[in-house]
């Protein structure tokens, strides 16, 4: 099927970030041809033009590309350490990204943040207890419950009229049972972009501490947050909510190295981690030594690179913004605090069920279908704009052409 391309907004040429560092000069506008390398996200859904899992079309930053070059160099690839400065390299990243001081021996190393956060629901309950969900969410949050015998307990995040997500308290409060052991938080929300304020962080701690739960905070998009927002680890609130609150962090969003499988969860109270470290025992895979290698890279070396890919994506969020609100009538982007995935509201459009379905029957754009990420998702899409904007000015001429179609009196 072939589609045509209206002319959409024009791109902008790259501006300088906050470092004097120009963007040109890591060259995001390079599209780099992903075909035939396995990937996931370009070959699901053959010719469609890809918007939907989370990983960027960007190359990784260059450090951690010559450090795995040297490691490849080296030829053997055993079962694997990590190396003497990765915790160093991690607490320092922790204390100036966040202000965030951690103790080497709170970290631990762990494969992907799906595992993380299924270790968590063995190490937090017993079969037949409950886990506490804040929908939508990200989908394996979904399904972790159920992989270990668990009762799946919802509450939802309400969309208010300024086009932002919040909590309401009551429904919250409501959700816990006398079986629910575990609240699985996100934060940054994926698929909303909500940066969380301090205040309600305190508030959702609060209601944990009252009612005897056990916090996971996975916090995998804590890195990609925009200007005038600030992201808080749940577990710096305060001491009595660090103890009770295993926070799963990794590069694999920031750096774009999600391939390389390395995460860390961070535990600060002993007898928890050692919990966790029992729960993970004979499920959880090893690190592997390509992964230690480019974490240890990225949080050393990547920061420059980090902070132009934030203006990039900033710039993408703010042009996509723009072109929903002047091209797609009846679509209402839900602007992201933090991400590069953008939630769209398509209901309006007449698209309540199965949107993503039609961008990619009519547009050939793939989208993440929003009932897939729980209550509350219903006729919405998540799209990525984690890519060229040469790409993205494509896929949404496409959505566009495809709405106006739709439209048209039969």
Known sequence: MSHQHGKGYEIQPSQRSSTGTTLMEYDFDHIIDRHETGSLKWERYGDALPLWVADMDFAAPEPVLRALRAR???????????????????????????????????????????????????????????????????????????????????????????????????????????????FLLCSPHNPTGRVFA??????????????DLLICSDEIHCDLVYAG????????????????????MAPSKTFNIPGLGFSLAIIEDPTLRTRYEAAAQGIVPHVGALGYVAALAAYSEGEL?????????????????????????????????????AWLDCREAGLREKAAQFFLDCAGVALNEGATFGRGGEGFVRLNFGCSRAMLTRALNCMASALRISARPA
């Open 72 to 182: 490849m160099d080296h030829g053997v690839f055993g079962y694997s350490l990590p190396s003497d400065g990765l915790r160093e390299a991690v607490v320092s990243w922790l204390a100036r990204r966040f202000d965030w001081h951690v103790d080497p021996a709170a970290l631990l190393f762990i494969p992907g943040l799906v595992s993380g956060f299924n270790v968590a629901c063995r190490a937090a309950c017993h079969p037949g207890q409950g886990v506490l969900v804040q929908t939508p969410v990200y989908p394996p949050m979904l399904a972790a419950p159920a992989n270990h015998g668990l009762m799946r307990d919802e509450t939802m995040l309400v969309l208010e009229t300024d086009g932002r997500y919040g909590v309401d308290w009551e429904a919250m409060e409501a959700a816990i049972t006398a079986r629910t052991r575990l």
């Open 198 to 211: 301090a205040e309600e962080l305190a508030r959702m701690a609060e209601l944990c501490l009252r009612h």
């Open 229 to 248: 927002q600030r992201h808080i680890p749940t577990a710096m609130l305060g001491p009595e909510i660090a103890a009770r609150t295993i926070t799963l």
């Open 305 to 341: 690179w980090l902070e132009a890919c934030l203006h990039y994506l900033e710039e993408n969020r703010n042009y996509l913004a723009a072109y929903v609100a002047a091209h797609m009538p009846g679509i209402r982007l839900v602007l992201p605090e933090a991400t590069y995935l």
